[in-house]
């Protein structure tokens, strides 16, 4: 079962330039930088109550952020839903019709494990599926 929304992802140019603008606007500090190398990115997360925004940057020119930007441009790449069991979400949006871009969970940013749904199948959203890592 999906428990919240657990983050929203935005796509930036310059993590460090849209990392002040954040902090200044939230009024609150980036609690972690990451990269996640297998994804082509790097991670700045900021969290406001129970919600986080997570910024990213590419590290290479074929990552998917890397794509996003050239196509879409700067701004919201995700939303993110927090479950207790990924595996189980996953087998029940995959039998209810859903398009997935990954059958298993794998490692993701901020100790979580995730996986996504095509935007295909969710009227031109991404959706991110994460669970905190035991």
Do not use: W
Not at 95 to 115: C, M, R, V, W, Y
């Amino acid at each position: 079962m999906l428990k919240k929304i657990e983050h929203l992802g935005i796509a930036v140019e310059n993590i460090e330039e849209s990392l002040k603008m954040y902090e200044a606007l939230l009024g609150t500090s980036c609690y972690k930088l990451e990269a996640v190398e297998s994804e082509g990115v790097k991670t700045a997360f900021l969290q406001i109550g129970e919600s986080k925004i997570e910024l990213l940057e590419a590290t290479n020119p074929d990552s998917p952020i890397a794509k996003f930007l050239l196509k879409k441009g700067k701004g919201i790449h995700h939303i993110a839903f927090e479950t207790n069991d990924i595996e189980s979400e996953i087998g029940r949006l995959k039998n209810s019709g859903f398009e997935l871009i990954h059958q298993t969970p794998k490692d993701g940013a901020d100790n979580k494990i995730i996986a996504f749904l095509h935007p295909k199948s969710t009227d031109g959203i991404l959706v991110e599926l994460c669970q905190e890592k035991h």
